[in-house]
């Protein structure tokens, strides 16, 4: 168990929706990482957030957007989805340091039908 | 720019010694991590080695690293079913933030 909980494991939804991805990083991790998981493109950094700021981006849709809360869990919110979202999201957090691992959360399964 | 780059697929029996070989192309590089993701599940952190290191060795895994050729492997050794799983490779560069940039995995399978 590498500490970071993600909800849901598995959504479902249609084209067009909006949905909610959640993450609770490690206890004393203040940075969230984003990443997505897909066939075709393979994992991609998403967006990083620290202590409650926005600190990098990465190849992340204008649809997408996300954000970290002063209690340092972080959400993902993916808008007009379409059947190209469908895919593993995954969260990671890390002390953040460059001496600091990112660990992984299990993941968000979307299926968009 | 960067790129890490992986061979697909790996089949070994069960008791040897599996290699799994990565190539990146970032000379920034300052850590080099081994990920595990077994079907279903998350990404488990295996072992990271910092750049200027050339050998990181725990248990049964053995990471080289070969800088000039911007080269690293895994060896896992006594090789076990359990290690069926797919292999990532992953550098993170001195960009001032911990963005990992990922292979496209080697799937290793173990066969008894």
């Known amino acids: 168990d590498s500490g970071v909980t993600q909800t849901p494991k598995h959504l479902i939804t249609a084209t067009g929706q909006r949905v909610t991805l959640r993450c609770s990083p490690r206890?004393?991790?203040?940075?969230v990482y984003w990443y997505q998981q897909s066939l075709d493109q393979g994992l991609q950094f998403l967006i990083q957030?620290?202590?409650?700021?926005?600190?990098a981006k990465g190849n992340i849709l204008e649809r997408f957007s996300a954000q970290q809360f002063p209690d340092l869990h972080s959400e993902l919110n993916l808008s007009s989805l379409e059947l190209g979202d469908s895919a593993l999201y995954f969260c990671a957090s890390s002390v953040d340091s460059l001496a600091s691992p990112l660990h992984f959360g299990n993941g968000t399964r979307l299926t968009v039908t | 720019g960067e790129d890490v780059e992986q061979s697909l697929f790996l089949s070994v029996r069960e008791g040897d010694s599996s290699v799994i070989n990565c190539t990146y192309t970032d000379s920034s590089s300052t850590y080099l991590y081994w990920y595990k993701q077994e079907p279903g599940a998350g990404l488990q952190l295996l072992t990271y080695i910092f750049s200027n290191m050339d050998m990181k060795q725990d248990q049964r895994l053995t990471v080289l690293l070969n800088k000039k050729d911007k080269h690293l492997s895994l060896r896992i050794a006594d090789t076990q079913t359990g290690d069926s799983a797919i292999y990532f490779c992953a550098e993170s560069t001195d960009t001032g933030f911990q963005k990992l940039v990922f292979g496209t995995g080697t799937r290793l399978l173990v066969s008894p």
């Open positions: 206890s004393g991790d203040l940075s």
């Open positions: 957030y620290y202590n409650g700021e926005e600190r």
